[in-house]
Each structure stands twice: as structure tokens, then as C-alpha cells.
């Protein structure tokens, strides 16, 4: 027998030979000392020739156990010696472990059992006394059981060497299951039986010592020999404290055994639980550890509750070997077939991964760059080299910093080539160290690209520059002849002494001008929307005070038309609210103005409302409709429908409507049907106010200057036309002009003549507007002259940017006469006088203050008639002729002016009231 084969039966036969040994001296330890009590466990042993029957049962004991074992044994050694195992041998010892508990259990039992009838019969001469015997019986029964339970226990702590290599190459029959919670109960059970014997047993000897009882309660034990003569018992019916003392000690002795006896056996039961548990938490420590080698499963040595739960991690373990495996082969194929290069190296700079697209870019094989620096593929010049030098370690940190994670570096093939590539770093950690991996891209192409790409910006941001000047010298030189076109026609308009017929044709002029100026603005804020630069600018006004103004604003192109417009209210709407009021106004007014030049029968409707929350308007038309193949490119910049018929327009109007709805948080809604009618709605973002911002208020005509005063003006601009026109204006009010023709000249004239104000253009040649503004405004004699800006650019130029560079106020051209004034008035201490409202004039104009008399006396009755007939059926213009004819008397100014301002505006009830008085005065 091998030196693994003689360890293992030296445990086991310690176990089969002390263990019984230890219990029959335990449970025969009794005496009145000591020293009785040692000699009497000693005795029950070595007592030749009573103790041989026990020592025969014992001795077959361990001869019956080591037959059984045999098998083991055999297995064992070979297994020891790499000697091949046959199924059948393994099934064998499957089936001894299978037996062995109960077999042994039942050798315990009736080893001890045939230990205590022997010492019965031998103690109780020729059986006279069967109570004993059974008690001694029914002690033996437990005793084995209790001893059997610690013999397997220790036996399965020792053979789990033996079962664990039997699993290592499983055989065919299974172990037989064994609940662990019953052995578990069984063991507790049977320890709690055991000591509830001893105690019983303990009791009584501590009954019999306090009592002062002669006899003993308990059983004598096997092989002890006891005094029971009555002279014996007479002379312990009295005993001394002394006595009493040493029984005391035996009695705590004992108990200590007992409790070290129940001790063991409690430490056997916590390894049974704690050595599965220590299994599982072990591999589940390596299967969750970094190192994904920790893959070995757990040897399943017993058949119990615990083995299913082993089996499950099995499982895991086995799925999770099984995965590692499909991923390292799918890494692998992922990292040789991937395009791009990938390499992987240590914190020294090592390389061990190299892939093929690795090689094909650098030209290395991965047999002849594998354990080279990764340095070596940089080129000598770049940063990290020149700073790192031979410093891998130093190399790699730097490199592999956050801030270099993914960044551009130039390399060298294994030829030398220069190559740009662009790499990107991650890390992992491993128990072996960091491994740092690199993927690579090579961007000479894309450089190549970039550089194109560079240049197509640079050409389109030259080109886009171009663009917006264009755009902006178009605005000027489109504005310039239309600031005179408007002009004009404004000073025109003033002069009373122009016929009607004169006038119809300024106002042609006048309104073709404002659509051609309307135009401009339409491709100047399409071109502002495509570079981004249309802001909202909020303010707060009146909700329906702001539509009925839309309403008025088309109603007579509406009755021109023929066209009904109704406004629609639904209820409950804000009477303030804050929006972008000028681009709300737009978006009605482009929208309202394609309804009615498209719709020619029925009528245009508005309905105002609150939804969700928004602000919502819906406009519905009768008009030619849109088809549904063309309400998306409608939306388009330069787009027009089919069914226009050459209407005109840009085709900006929806586009730049659309974009400002959107801008307001809403989207334009287009629902039509040709020959229909559409219907456009949108819903926009507000806010509630409490009330109207400040708006200002028209005021009416300015006539002349406040005092009697003729301020000093300097016009700088280098056309003559604009000069001419804005000279026009102010003179015409009372304000003396000088002419500069551009920012130089000013700059003299305004030291020379020291003006209240100067109208400065900006763009002039020989020095422009801001340059002379910003001279003025150093020079302390006269940087207190407000210096208004005008400009044609309005595109390039806004109010902002305008008045940080130095000017006082703005005026884009072409300009209103009101917006001319309103300029002046806010801006410096000029102020105007005013023509009277027509509110005004009918306060003041009476009929009563009429001489009817006279008025009655010159006028014809065919006059009368001609003049009642007109105004029953109003018309106007009829009256006005008559009036011409009568404007040549002097008695009859008055009421020529009265009439011509009653006409003017269509208040016919006044008419019909003075031509009554008139009539009536004729009867008199």
C-alpha cells in the first residue's frame, strides 16, 4: 500500500477505533472520586476477561468496516498511481458510498447493543431482574446511533479527497440522494436524545447525593463493578462533605465530556454547512474576478439539496466557458478582418497585437513588430517622440492621455513613406496589467478631402459674402431711385392746388412704388432668413383693436373687389397679449393679400381664437384654391402656384410667412381645394399682459416749426436727387438746409456753420458715413449736434449697429414725411406745429356759422337740385365737380369749403342737413 493508501486508513481506523472507545469510556465514567471514575472507564475496557467481549464486538467492528471499504481503498491507490480506473470498480465504490452510512449505522447499533445485554446479564445473576436489561438495551439502541452519526461524519470529511476524484471522470450509477436537511435534523435529533439520556442519568446521581438516598437510580454501566452489599449501602446512608464534593466533581467532569462531545459534533454539522457554502463562494469569486480563466466547475461530491445549486453554477460556469469562447474567436475575427488597423500594447509600449490591416498600412508583418515599440511606428518629428525620446513608459502615459484619446499623428511605413493616420485609445485592466489598444484609420485620403472641403467654405463663404454685398449695393441702388420715386410723390400729394385727376395718378405712382419697395423687402428678408439673422422683438398690444386695423387696412381693396371680409371672434380671447407684433402683422398681411388677389366671387373670413394654449388664426378664402400636388412647394422661396395667371409677385410671400410662423413657435396649416377655396391657419405662442405698450400716436401733418424758428440743417449725401428731396421737406416746414455731398464736406460744414441737426447718408465716397460721424462726435465744439443716419442698405445695416457707431437716430430710405418728423421731434429740442385733424376741423366747422342768406341769394335753384340729387345717391365725385364751378365767387367760399370737406370725408348727412337749410331758406 502506497504512502496516500496507508494515510487514509489510519484515519479511518483512528475514527472506527477511538470514537467507540471515547463513548463506552464516557458513558462508564462514574464514581465516588476521581480517581474511582477513571479507574472504573479504565476498568470497563482492560477488565480481562470480562471487557474481551466488547473488545471482540469492536475489533469485528472495524474488521467488517475495512472489508467494506476495500473497494475504496483499491480505488484510491490506483488513482494515486495514474493507474486507469474501470467503470465497474467506479461504480462499485459509488454504491459503498451509497451503503456505507446505513451499514455502519447498523454495526453500531448492534455492536452496543450486545455490549450492554452482556453486561446485564453478567451483572444481574441468571436474569433475575429484566428492567435494567431493558433500559440498558434501549441505552445501547441510542448509544450506537449517536456513535454511528459521528463515525460518518468524520468519515465524510475524510473520503471527500476520494469522491471529489471520482467526479473528475464521472461513472454511470449516481450517488444516492441524501437530504441534507433530514441528516441535518436526524443529527440534531439523536445529539438531543443522546444528552437527554446522560442528563437523566446525571440527575440522578445528583439526587442520590443530596437526598442522602443508599441506593443508586442509575444503571450500573457496562463492565463497572459495584459494591451493593447492605453493609455497603448502610455505611453511605450518612456521608461527609468531603464525600459530597468528590461525587460533585465526578458529576461536572462528566458534563464537561458531554458538552465537548455535543461540541464536536456541532463542529462537524457547521463544516457540513460551511463547506458547501465556502465552495460556492469561492468559485463565484473567481467566476466574477477579472480573470476570465477562472472557469474550473464545482466537483459535486455528495448527492443532496446542495448539489442541485452546484449544478446550476455548473451550468453558468459552462455557459460562461462557452461564451468566452465564442468571444475570443469572434474578437479575433473581428480584429483580423476589421478595416481599419488595430494594435494592442503594454504600459511599456510592447506590441502583441498587430492585424492585418495593421501590416498592410505599416508594411510590418505582426512576427516581425510583435514585442516592438509602439513608438516605432511615429515619425521621429512628432511631438510625443521629441518629448518622450526612449521613454516607452513616459511615451504610452502621454499618449494615452484623455486629451490625446482620439487624435491626428503623422507615421512611417516599414519603407519609410510618411502616412497620417488618426487613433483612437482605450484601456482595460487585467491581472496581468493594462492593455492598451489603438484603432487606427488612415486619413491621407480624408485629408486630401478635408482640404477640398476647405476650400469649397472658403469659396462659399466668399461667394455668400458676395451674395449679401450684392444684395445689400442692390437694396441701395434700388432704394435710392425709389427714395426719390416716393419722395416726391409725398410733397406732390401735399400741394393743394393738384386736381383730382392729378392726384388719382400720384397715387398710382405712390402705390406702384410701395409694391416695388415691398418686393425689395421680400427678397431682402428671405436672404435674412436664410443667414439667421431675423430676431423676434416682442411688445404688447390690443388683440382685436389689431385685427380690426387688418380689417380696415383691406377693406376697400375688398369692396373694390366686390369681396365680403368678415372678422370672427371666438370667445374668451386676451384683451392684451405679448408677441412679435411686426411679423404677426406680416404673416396676416401676406396671407390676407394672397386671398383676395386670388379670390375674385364670395369673400375672405378671419377667426381669432384660443387653442391649446395658442394664439390661433384661421383665414378662409373663396378663391381659384391651390391643387394638393403644389401646397408643400408653394411654402419654397421664388415659388408660385399654376393657377396664378401671371398675377405678379416674387413668390416670397408664403415662404417668408411660413418661416415667421414657425419663429412665433407655430406651423402653417394649408388645406385647399381648386376652384374651392383655401383655408390657411396657424397657431402661435403668446403671453398675457395686463396692458398695451406706449404706441405712438399720429399727430397729424406738420405745418411748421414750433416759435417761429428756422433751424440749421446739413444734408450730407453724395446723390443729388436724395439731397433734393430731403431738402424738400424740411425747408418746406421752416428748417434752412446746407448741402455735403459726402462725409468730409460735412465734417467742414458742421465746424463752419454749426447746424442743430445733420442727415448723414453712409455709404459716400471719398469718407463715408461712419468715419465722419465718429469725428464729429470726438470733436467737443460739436459733438452735441444730433447726427441721424440715412441708408438704402437696410439689409447690411441695421438700427443696432448703426447707433453703436456713433449716430443719434436712423431713417432707412425711402422714408415717410411722419416718420421724417417723428425722427426730429424724439431726438432733439425741435419741436412742430400741426395741421388740424379732420376730428379737429368738424369741431370747429358749423353750419351755424354759415351765412344762409347769401349763400341762398347766389345759388341757382338748378345748383340746389344738382347738388341734392348727388347726395342722395352719394356721389362724391359729382359734388366735387359741381363745387369746382362754384369756386370762383367770393360769397360762396365758405360754403364751398364746407361742402369740399364734407365730401372729403363722406359725410353726407351734414350734406343733406345744409342743403335743407338752404332750401328751406329759398321758401322764406
Not at 136 to 154: P, R, V, Y
Not at 281 to 296: M, V
Not at 431 to 437: E, L, S, V
Request: net charge negative; hydrophobic share 40%.
Amino acid at each position: 500500500m502506497d504512502k496516500c493508501g496507508k494515510k487514509l486508513l489510519r484515519k479511518t481506523l483512528m475514527v472506527t477505533i477511538l470514537v467507540p472507545f471515547f463513548v463506552l469510556f464516557l458513558i462508564s465514567f462514574k464514581g465516588k472520586t476521581l480517581k474511582d471514575a477513571f479507574f472504573n472507564s479504565f476498568y470497563s475496557v482492560v477488565d480481562f476477561p470480562n471487557s474481551i467481549f466488547p473488545l471482540l464486538l469492536i475489533l469485528f467492528f472495524n474488521f467488517m468496516i475495512m472489508h467494506l471499504l476495500f473497494p475504496i481503498f483499491h480505488f484510491w491507490q490506483k488513482f494515486n498511481r495514474n493507474i486507469p480506473v474501470s467503470m465497474d470498480e467506479k461504480n462499485r465504490v459509488i454504491s459503498i458510498f451509497n451503503s456505507l452510512g446505513k451499514k455502519i449505522t447498523l454495526m453500531s447499533v448492534v455492536a452496543f447493543v450486545l455490549g450492554t445485554v452482556y453486561s446485564s446479564f453478567e451483572y444481574y445473576n441468571n436474569y433475575q431482574d429484566l428492567l435494567p436489561t431493558f433500559y440498558n438495551m434501549l441505552e445501547g439502541i441510542i448509544t450506537g446511533l449517536f456513535t454511528s452519526i459521528f463515525i460518518n461524519m468524520s468519515l465524510e470529511n475524510i473520503y471527500f479527497p476520494i469522491k471529489s476524484a471520482l467526479m473528475i471522470d464521472p461513472p454511470t450509477l449516481e450517488p444516492k440522494f441524501r437530504s441534507y436537511y433530514k441528516q441535518m435534523s436526524y443529527v440534531v435529533i439523536l445529539l438531543i436524545t443522546f444528552l437527554g439520556f446522560q442528563v437523566f442519568t446525571i440527575a440522578s446521581d445528583f439526587y442520590s447525593v443530596f437526598s442522602g438516598n443508599l441506593q443508586d437510580l442509575f444503571i450500573p454501566r457496562v463492565g463497572a463493578k459495584m459494591d451493593m452489599s447492605p453493609e455497603m449501602l448502610l455505611s453511605k446512608s450518612g456521608r461527609s462533605h468531603k464525600e459530597i464534593e468528590d461525587i460533585l466533581d465526578v458529576i461536572g467532569l462528566k458534563i464537561f465530556f458531554y458538552l465537548f462531545l455535543s461540541f464536536r459534533i456541532l463542529v462537524l454539522l457547521k463544516n457540513q454547512i460551511k463547506n458547501p457554502l465556502e465552495t460556492v463562494e469561492g468559485r463565484l469569486e473567481k467566476l466574477t474576478s477579472s480573470n476570465a480563466s477562472n472557469t474550473a466547475q464545482i466537483e459535486i461530491v455528495d448527492n443532496n439539496e446542495f448539489s442541485k445549486i452546484y449544478g446550476n453554477i455548473n451550468k453558468l460556469i459552462v455557459k460562461q466557458q462557452s461564451e468566452l469562447e465564442n468571444s475570443r474567436e469572434r474578437l479575433h475575427t473581428v480584429i483580423d478582418n476589421a478595416a481599419d488597423p488595430i494594435i494592442s500594447f503594454n504600459d511599456d509600449g510592447h506590441i502583441f497585437i498587430f492585424n492585418p490591416a495593421a501590416e498592410k498600412l505599416f508594411g510590418w508583418s505582426r512576427e516581425e513588430i510583435n514585442g516592438s515599440s509602439f513608438s516605432s511606428l511615429f515619425d521621429q518629428e512628432e511631438e510625443f517622440c521629441k518629448t518622450c525620446g526612449t521613454d516607452n513608459k513616459r511615451f504610452v502615459k502621454d499618449i494615452t492621455d484623455s486629451k490625446n484619446r482620439l487624435k491626428r499623428y503623422r507615421g512611417r511605413t516599414k519603407g519609410g513613406v510618411s502616412i497620417d493616420f488618426e487613433a483612437n485609445f482605450s484601456k482595460s485592466s487585467t491581472p496581468d496589467g493594462t492593455i492598451h489598444t489603438a484603432i487606427i484609420r488612415d486619413i491621407s485620403k480624408q485629408i486630401l478631402f478635408e482640404q477640398s472641403l476647405q476650400d469649397a467654405r472658403k469659396a462659399a463663404e466668399r461667394a455668400n459674402r458676395l451674395k449679401s454685398e450684392f444684395l445689400a449695393n442692390m437694396s441701395h441702388e434700388l432704394r435710392t431711385p425709389l427714395n426719390a420715386v416716393l419722395g416726391f410723390t409725398q410733397l406732390l400729394n401735399s400741394d393743394r392746388n393738384l386736381t383730382d385727376n392729378q392726384v388719382e395718378k400720384l397715387n398710382i405712382i405712390s402705390r406702384s412704388g410701395e409694391h416695388l419697395l415691398g418686393l425689395i423687402n421680400d427678397i431682402l428678408d428671405i436672404s435674412k432668413i436664410e443667414a439667421g439673422k431675423i430676431e423676434l422683438h416682442e411688445s404688447v398690444f390690443n388683440l382685436k383693436e389689431f385685427t380690426q386695423d387688418l380689417k380696415e387696412m383691406f377693406d376697400l381693396r375688398c369692396k373694390n373687389k366686390g369681396l365680403a371680409l368678415y372678422v370672427e371672434y371666438v370667445d374668451p380671447l386676451p384683451v392684451y397679449l405679448k408677441s412679435d407684433l411686426g411679423k404677426l402683422r406680416q404673416i396676416l398681411i401676406n396671407i390676407l393679400g394672397n386671398a383676395i388677389k386670388f379670390t375674385n366671387d364670395g369673400g375672405i373670413s378671419i377667426v381669432v381664437g384660443i387653442q391649446s394654449g395658442k394664439l390661433r388664426f384661421s383665414i378662409n378664402d373663396t378663391g381659384k384654391g391651390i391643387p394638393e400636388s403644389e401646397i408643400e412647394s408653394i411654402l419654397q422661396p421664388f415659388t408660385q402656384s399654376s393657377i396664378t395667371d401671371n398675377e405678379g409677385g416674387t413668390g416670397l410671400g408664403l415662404a417668408i410667412t411660413n418661416s415667421f410662423i414657425q419663429m412665433l413657435g407655430g406651423k402653417l396649416e394649408i388645406e385647399s381645394k381648386e376652384g374651392v377655396g383655401s383655408n390657411f391657419s396657424f397657431s402661435i405662442d403668446f403671453e398675457y399682459a395686463a396692458k398695451a405698450d406706449n404706441v405712438e400716436e399720429d399727430i397729424g401733418t406738420v405745418i411748421g416749426i414750433e416759435g417761429d424758428r428756422h433751424p440749421t440743417v446739413i444734408i450730407v449725401d453724395d446723390k443729388i436727387n436724395n439731397r433734393l428731396i430731403l431738402k424738400e421737406m424740411l425747408e418746406r416746414v421752416g428748417f434752412v438746409t446746407i448741402e455735403a455731398v459726402n462725409g468730409k464736406d460735412a465734417l467742414e460744414r458742421v465746424r463752419e456753420f454749426k447746424p442743430e441737426l445733420v442727415f448723414m447718408d453712409i455709404k459716400m465716397p471719398v469718407m463715408d458715413g461712419y468715419e465722419s460721424v465718429k469725428l464729429m462726435k470726438a470733436d467737443d465744439l460739436i459733438k452735441h449736434i444730433p447726427v441721424f443716419a440715412l441708408t438704402a442698405s437696410a439689409f447690411k445695416h441695421d438700427e443696432k449697429s448703426i447707433l453703436a457707431s456713433g449716430f443719434d437716430g436712423f431713417i432707412a430710405k425711402p422714408f415717410k414725411l411722419s416718420s421724417l418728423f417723428n425722427l426730429i421731434s424724439q431726438n432733439s429740442h425741435i419741436q412742430f406745429t400741426y395741421e388740424k385733424t379732420a376730428k379737429e376741423q368738424k369741431e370747429e366747422i358749423s353750419i351755424d356759422n354759415l351765412d344762409i342768406k347769401t349763400i341762398s341769394r347766389e345759388l341757382t335753384g338748378d345748383i340746389i337740385e344738382k347738388l341734392d340729387d348727388y347726395i342722395l345717391i352719394n356721389d362724391f365725385v359729382a359734388i366735387k365737380g359741381v363745387l369746382e364751378t362754384l369756386k370762383g365767387s367770393e360769397a360762396l367760399l365758405d360754403f364751398v369749403n364746407i361742402v369740399e370737406f364734407f365730401t372729403n370725408n363722406f359725410d353726407d348727412d351734414s350734406l343733406i342737413t345744409l342743403i335743407e337749410k338752404i332750401k328751406k331758406q329759398d321758401k322764406e
